[in-house]
Nanobody, 127 residues
Framework: QVQVVESGGGLVQAGGSLRLSCAASERTFSSRTVGWFRQAPGKEREFVAAISWSGPSTYYADSVKGRFTISRDNAKNTVYLQMGSLNSEDTAVYYC????????????????????WGQGTQVTVSS
């Protein structure tokens, strides 16, 4: 089964940018839809963005639309989340998730559709 590792989190000032990476351990990652979720302290995990296995289809939460961009480089087995215009409400642990059991699956915000999760990377936005 594939394993994914997130990186790129850190401390950033409000209005700044960060790029998160999700690196997979297997090349068959390229045929799977990948999503990013986040969980802030005291809150439930929420959907952020997803990208289809082929890349053209993307889906964003309203709260990040226009500020975040999800992309993938299948040659590198990596999915990225470029985050811009960050604010304090973006502070959370960000998780990469894979629809591993569904090859060529579509994008979805339903966290139950994702069955492989990373350990998360902390993003802290200071005001």
């Amino acid at each position: 089964q594939v394993q994914v590792v997130e990186s790129g989190g850190g401390l950033v000032q409000a209005g700044g940018s960060l790029r998160l990476s999700c690196a997979a351990s297997e090349r068959t990652f390229s045929s799977r839809t990948v999503g990013w979720f986040r969980q802030a302290p005291g809150k439930e995990r929420e959907f952020v963005a997803a990208i289809s296995w082929s890349g053209p289809s993307t889906y964003y939460a309203d709260s990040v639309k226009g500020r975040f961009t999800i992309s993938r480089d299948n040659a590198k087995n990596t999915v990225y989340l470029q985050m811009g215009s960050l604010n304090s409400e973006d502070t959370a642990v960000y998780y990469c998730a894979v629809r591993w059991s569904t090859q060529y699956g579509g994008v979805t915000s339903n966290n139950r559709a994702y069955d492989v999760w990373g350990q998360g990377t902390q993003v802290t936005v200071s005001s």
